[in-house]
Structures are given as C-alpha cells and as structure tokens.
C-alpha cells in the first residue's frame, strides 16, 4: 500500500500563487505516474495535471493551462503543482494520486490517493 502525503494548500486572493507538493510515504515518486485532481462541493473530482514515470511527458486541463504547471523533484521525491493567477473556480480539495502505469485523465483509473489538501481562493 502507498501513502500520499499531500501538503501546501490554504488560502490564499486572487492572482495569488500556491505550491502543492505530493510524497509517496516509503516509495520512490520515479515508480509511479502521477496525477494531480480536484473536486469542488457538489461537483466530480476532475483532471489537473499528470506527469509520467519519467517525467518526460506532462499533461495539463485547458482550464489551467498557462496557469500550473506540474513537476518531478527525484531530490526530494516529490511532484510538485505549482498554480499561478489562481481564480475563484480554482477553490477546490485537491488530490494527489498514484497510478502504476501510465498516467490516465480519468480518476477512476489511479492506484492510489492521498488525503486531499484545500485550497480556496477568495476574491
């Protein structure tokens, strides 16, 4: 079994920027393709951003294109989402999530998840 531990979220105005990090607690982050998801209330947890085993490919929602950007630190065995001129409609929990393959869009294909970090942008 693999634990994410996600960290960096909180609150923070709009334009602002937050750093999300995600670790595998006990695993190596180069083992696994990674995605980054997100679900606001009443809504299904959607796509972010992936990043796969390599890290020689990223993928990112057209909703946040330009805007975050994902990354691998093998150093500190961490994958990274950085979220610049953060909007409104970005509030939501965001998660961190593990897949032994190849990194999907879809979240119901991942392996494993973390516990979710909040972020809310106010206005």
């Known amino acids: 079994q693999v634990q994410l531990v996600e960290s960096g979220g909180g609150l923070v105005q709009a334009g602002g920027s937050l750093r999300l990090s995600c670790a595998p607690s006990?695993?190596?982050?180069?083992?696994?393709?990674m995605g980054w998801f997100r679900q606001a209330p009443g809504k299904e947890r959607e796509f972010v951003a992936s990043i796969t085993r390599s890290g020689g490919m990223t993928y990112v929602a057209d909703s946040v294109k330009g805007r975050f950007t994902i990354s691998r630190d093998n150093a500190k065995n961490t994958v990274n989402l950085q979220m610049n001129s953060l909007k409104r409609e970005d509030t939501a929990v965001y998660y961190c999530?593990?897949?032994?393959?190849?990194?999907?869009?879809?979240?119901?294909?991942?392996?494993?998840w973390g516990q979710g970090t909040q972020v809310t942008v106010s206005s």
């Open positions: 999530a593990a897949d032994r393959d190849y990194p999907s869009f879809n979240y119901k294909l991942y392996d494993y």
């Open positions: 006990g695993r190596t982050v180069s083992s696994y393709g």
